[in-house]
C-alpha cells in the first residue's frame, strides 16, 4: 500500500503544479499562506484540465501515458507562464474574509478543525481500501490502462463496458496506477479521496469573500459530514469527481459574476472542461447549471460578466467536441438519444417509468441517513428567505434543483436498459450534484439573509 | 479584534478532544458512517468481486504473456473473468475470437480450449485456471 499512496501522492503533486502553473497570474506576488490556500483550486484546476487534455490527446492518436502527460502538463504551465506574462489581474475585493467577531472565529475555528478532521480521515481511508463499486474495476481502470498502453482503438473500444463515456478519469487513474508502479485497485479510491479533499479546499477557497468563514466551513461540514457523501468516497466510481467538478463551475461561475474575480472566469471553463471530461452526467448538469448560474449576471447587469461567463462556457464545450465526433465516426452511441428522448410518442409508451424514478430520487433525497436532509433544508431556507426580503434572486437554487430532479427522471424515463435495475444499482449516486450543491447554497443562503436582516448588504445576493 | 494564539489551539483540541469521545458515544448515521471510515481497510489490492473470482491467478498469467501478445477468456460462469483479465493483462491485446489469440485464459471452463482451437504450453494458474499457449495450424 506504501508503493500505491506514493503513486496516488505523485499523481496529486504533479496534478496541483499543473493548476498552480495555470493560475501563476493570479498568484503574484503572494504571500506563502495566501499561495497555500489556493492548493484545493490548483489541484482541481489541474485535475479538469488534465482530464480534458488528455481525452483529446487521446482522441488525436496519442498513447495516455506518463510522457503524454509530461507534455500536456509542460503546456498547461507555459500557457499559465504566458497569461501571467501577458496580464495583470486586478486585485479582487474579499469583503466577507475577515473573521469578524471573536464569536464568529471561534465558531470558523470550531467548524473548520472538524472538517479538517473529516477530510484527513477520507484521505487515509482512501488510499488503504478497496472500492466497493464494481465499475471501478470492470471498466474505470481497465479502460484507462488500455488508453495508457495502447492508446483509442477503434477496433477494440467499441466492445469494452461503457464505450460512449467520456476518457479523462480513466487516463487519470491508469497514470495513478503507473506511478505507483503496480495495479492496486486501492489506488482509485486514493485518487477519489484527493478528489474530494481538494473539492472542499478549492469550494473554500472560492466562497472565501463572498461568504462569512463560519457558514463556508458550516455548510461544508455539512457536506463532509453526510453519510452517503462519505460511503461514495471508498466507492471507487467517476459520480463524486464530476459533481465535484459541476458544483465547482457553480461557484466559480458566481464568483466571476457577483466579484468579477478573473481567475473565477478561468476556473469557470477549466472546471467545466474537467467536468465533461469525466462522465456523462455532465452533459446534462452543465447546461442547467449554466443558465442558473448565468442568471446571477442580472444581478450585477453586468453585460461584459455574462459575456465573458458565456465564452468560458462555449470553450469548455469545445474540450468535449473531439470525443464527441470520434464516438460518431466510430458508430458508438451515447445511452441517452437525445432525439428520441424528447420523441412524445416514446415518452408516452414509456410514462410508467416516471412515477418509480420519482419516487425513489426523492427517497434518496431525503433520506437522512443519506444526505442529511440537506436538500429540502437548502429548499426551504430559499424559499423563507424569498419571502422574507423579497428577493427573487433566492429562488434561483430552488428551480435549479428542480431543474436537476426533473432532469434525472427525464434521464431515467428515456434509458433503453431495465428500470429497477438502473434505479438500484446507480440513482444514489447519479444525483451527486443536487445535496453538493445544497450544502453550498445553505451555506450561501444563511450567510446572505443573516447579512440582509442585519443591515449589511454586501455578499453574494 | 482577534482571539490569541493560546486560546485558538484549545479551540482547535477541545473540538478534537469532542469529536473523538462523540465518536464513541453518539449512535446515529454520522457517526456509524465516520467509524466505517475510519474502519475500512481492506488489505487487498485485488477488487472486491461481485462473483466469487481468483484474481490473483489471473494476475499471476502477467508473469507469461507479453505486451504484445493477445489473449482470449474461456470461460462460461464467472463475469468477472474478462474484466479481471483486462485490468491484469493490459498492455496485450484481449481479443473475442480464440483463432486471433495468442493466449487462452481458461477460467473454470468445461473444457480447456474452446472448440477449433489447439494449444502447446500450458501453465496452471489456480484450480480449474490455465494460460494456454494458442497454435495456430
Known amino acids: ?461 | 479584534v482577534r482571539l490569541s494564539l493560546w486560546t485558538r489551539i484549545a479551540i482547535v483540541v477541545a473540538t478534537l478532544a469532542v469529536g473523538a469521545v462523540a465518536l464513541k458515544v453518539v449512535p446515529g448515521p454520522v457517526t456509524e458512517r465516520i467509524k466505517w471510515l475510519e474502519a475500512n481497510r481492506f488489505a487487498s489490492a485485488e477488487p472486491q468481486w461481485d462473483f466469487p473470482t481468483d484474481g490473483a491467478a489471473i494476475r499471476a498469467a502477467r508473469a507469461y504473456v507479453r505486451p504484445t501478445d493477445s489473449f482470449y477468456v474461456w470461460e462460461v460462469s464467472d463475469p468477472n473473468a474478462w474484466p479481471a483479465a483486462l485490468l491484469y493483462l493490459t498492455p496485450a491485446w484481449e481479443t473475442v475470437d480464440p483463432a486471433k489469440a495468442t493466449w487462452i485464459l481458461s477460467y473454470d471452463a468445461p473444457t480447456l480450449l474452446p472448440p477449433g482451437v489447439h494449444g502447446s504450453e500450458v501453465h496452471e494458474l489456480g484450480p480449474r485456471i490455465f494460460l494456454v499457449r494458442a497454435v495456430r495450424r
Request: hydrophobic fraction near 55%; include cysteine.
Open chain 1, 1 to 461: 500500500v506504501i508503493r500505491t499512496a506514493v503513486g496516488v501522492l505523485a499523481l496529486d503533486a504533479a496534478l496541483a503544479a499543473i493548476g498552480y502553473g495555470l493560475i501563476c497570474a493570479w498568484l503574484r506576488g503572494a504571500s506563502l499562506a495566501r499561495t497555500a490556500s489556493f492548493a484545493g483550486v490548483a489541484f482541481l484546476a489541474g485535475a479538469g484540465a488534465s482530464a480534458a487534455g488528455l481525452e483529446m490527446l487521446a482522441v488525436a492518436g496519442a498513447r495516455t501515458n506518463l510522457a503524454a502527460f509530461a507534455v500536456l502538463g509542460a503546456f498547461l504551465v507555459a500557457t499559465g507562464v504566458a497569461i501571467r506574462a501577458a496580464y495583470t489581474p486586478a486585485p479582487v475585493e474579499e469583503p466577507a474574509a475577515s473573521p469578524g467577531s471573536r464569536v464568529s472565529e471561534a465558531a470558523t475555528l470550531v467548524l473548520g478543525t472538524a472538517l479538517v478532521a473529516i477530510a484527513a480521515l477520507i484521505l487515509l481511508g482512501g488510499v488503504r481500501s478497496t472500492p466497493w463499486l464494481d465499475d471501478s474495476w470492470s471498466f474505470w481502470l481497465p479502460k484507462g490502462l488500455i488508453l495508457e498502453a495502447r492508446g483509442l482503438d477503434p477496433k477494440v473500444w467499441p466492445g469494452l463496458n461503457h464505450p460512449d463515456y467520456p476518457l479523462g478519469w480513466s487516463a487519470l487513474l491508469a497514470l495513478g496506477s503507473r506511478l505507483g508502479g503496480h495495479i492496486d485497485i486501492r489506488e482509485l479510491n486514493g485518487v477519489l479521496a484527493s478528489f474530494t479533499v481538494g473539492f472542499l479546499a478549492a469550494t473554500a477557497r472560492l466562497l472565501w469573500g463572498l461568504v462569512r468563514p463560519p457558514f463556508v466551513a458550516g455548510g461544508l461540514l455539512l457536506l463532509a459530514l453526510s453519510p452517503e457523501f462519505l460511503r461514495q468516497t471508498l466507492g471507487g466510481g467517476a459520480d463524486l469527481p464530476v459533481a465535484c467538478f459541476v458544483v465547482a463551475f457553480a461557484v466559480a461561475g458566481a464568483r466571476w459574476l457577483l466579484v468579477g474575480d478573473s481567475l473565477a472566469l478561468l476556473l469557470t471553463g477549466v472546471f467545466a472542461a474537467g467536468a465533461l471530461a469525466v462522465k456523462n452526467e455532465s452533459d446534462l448538469e452543465l447546461p442547467l447549471m449554466a443558465l442558473a448560474v448565468g442568471a446571477l449576471a442580472l444581478v450585477r447587469r453586468s453585460r461584459r460578466r455574462f459575456l465573458l461567463y458565456a465564452a468560458a462556457c462555449g470553450a469548455a464545450a469545445l474540450t468535449a467536441l473531439p470525443w464527441a465526433a470520434w464516438r460518431r465516426a466510430h458508430g458508438v452511441p451515447a445511452t441517452l438519444n437525445p432525439l428520441k428522448a424528447l420523441d412524445p410518442a416514446f415518452l408516452a409508451g414509456r410514462a410508467d417509468r416516471v412515477r418509480p424514478t420519482a419516487t425513489t430520487i426523492y427517497h434518496h433525497l431525503t433520506n437522512l441517513d443519506e444526505w442529511l436532509l440537506v436538500v429540502p433544508a437548502a429548499l426551504v431556507l430559499c424559499v423563507v428567505a424569498a419571502a422574507l426580503t423579497r428577493r427573487l434572486v433566492f429562488l434561483l437554487p430552488v428551480l435549479l434543483i428542480a431543474a436537476n430532479v426533473a432532469g434525472l427522471v427525464w434521464v431515467y424515463w428515456t434509458d433503453p436498459n431495465d428500470l429497477s435495475y438502473l434505479l438500484g444499482t446507480s440513482a444514489y449516486r447519479t444525483l451527486d450534484t443536487i445535496p453538493m450543491l445544497a450544502c453550498i447554497v445553505l451555506a450561501v443562503t444563511a450567510d446572505a439573509l443573516l447579512r440582509l436582516r442585519s443591515g449589511r448588504p454586501r455578499g453574494p445576493n
